[in-house]
T-cell receptor
Framework: NAGVTQTPKFRILKIGQSMTLQCTQDMNHNYMYWYRQDPGMGLKLIYYSVGAGITDKGEVPNGYNVSRSTTEDFPLRLELAAPSQTSVYFC?????????FGPGTRLTVT | DAKTTQPTSMDCAEGRAANLPCNHSTISGNEYVYWYRQIHSQGPQYIIHGLKNNETNEMASLIITEDRKSSTLILPHATLRDTAVYYCIVRGSNQAGTALIFGKGTTLSVSS
């Protein structure tokens, strides 16, 4: 069981570029989440999904898009990257209430 | 979700038990106590959770007082790799699909 995997680990983007952060889980969890964590701060929920084909906004969805075509994958798309999106991004999944997190993607937008 | 209070920091010698307290005096009957930790630069890690009975797994033990107003996470033999920020979170049941809200947590420093 690899758990939750995320790629890439690190990325530097220029302002206005776009990219997709990949997230895959092999635990057959229905629920998946994307969080961001700014330095010294707590987690903020960007988007979540309760199952394939169903997604919903979290606290800070602006500037991001998601899709959930399979149970395993939950990619996060950044369009027109901005410096305010510099952060560490964590993907998580859950079967019930306890959430299991990936190792994170550290993104810098300059 | 009920509010929790944890000490800002704690120290522990390697090999000794680390006992991390959490107060949750406003917890309601259907709310669980969860513990997560975040090692520097890594994703948060689920440790354990419980409702009212004491719980144990391969990582830790959770002791919840009879009145459920406080709990203690016990790492029986702390190692250097247990140095992390530990978060006590109170959540109702059936919260799948909702965000985890981490407070300030307790920074545990394990030293040799």
């Amino acid at each position: 069981n690899a758990g939750v995997t995320q790629t890439p680990k690190f990325r530097i983007l220029k302002i206005g570029q776009s990219m997709t952060l990949q997230c895959t889980q092999d635990m057959n969890h229905n629920y998946m989440y994307w969080y961001r964590q700014d330095p010294g701060m707590g987690l903020k929920l960007i988007y979540y999904s309760v199952g394939a084909g169903i997604t919903d906004k979290g606290e800070v969805p602006n500037g991001y898009n998601v899709s959930r075509s399979t149970t395993e994958d939950f990619p996060l798309r950044l369009e027109l990257a901005a410096p305010s999106q510099t952060s560490v991004y964590f993907c998580a999944s859950s079967l019930r209430d306890e959430q299991y997190f990936g190792p994170g993607t550290r993104l810098t937008v300059t | 979700d009920a509010k929790t209070t944890q000490p800002t920091s704690m120290d522990c010698a390697e090999g000794r038990a680390a006992n991390l307290p959490c107060n949750h005096s406003t917890i309601s009957g259907n709310e669980y106590v969860y513990w997560y930790r975040q090692i520097h630069s890594q994703g948060p890690q689920y440790i354990i959770h419980g409702l009212k009975n004491n719980e144990t797994n391969e990582m830790a033990s959770l002791i919840i007082t009879e009145d459920r107003k406080s709990s203690t996470l016990i790492l029986p033999h702390a190692t250097l790799r247990d140095t992390a920020v530990y978060y006590c979170i109170v959540r109702g049941s059936n919260q799948a699909g909702t965000a985890l809200i981490f407070g300030k947590g307790t920074t545990l420093s394990v030293s040799s």
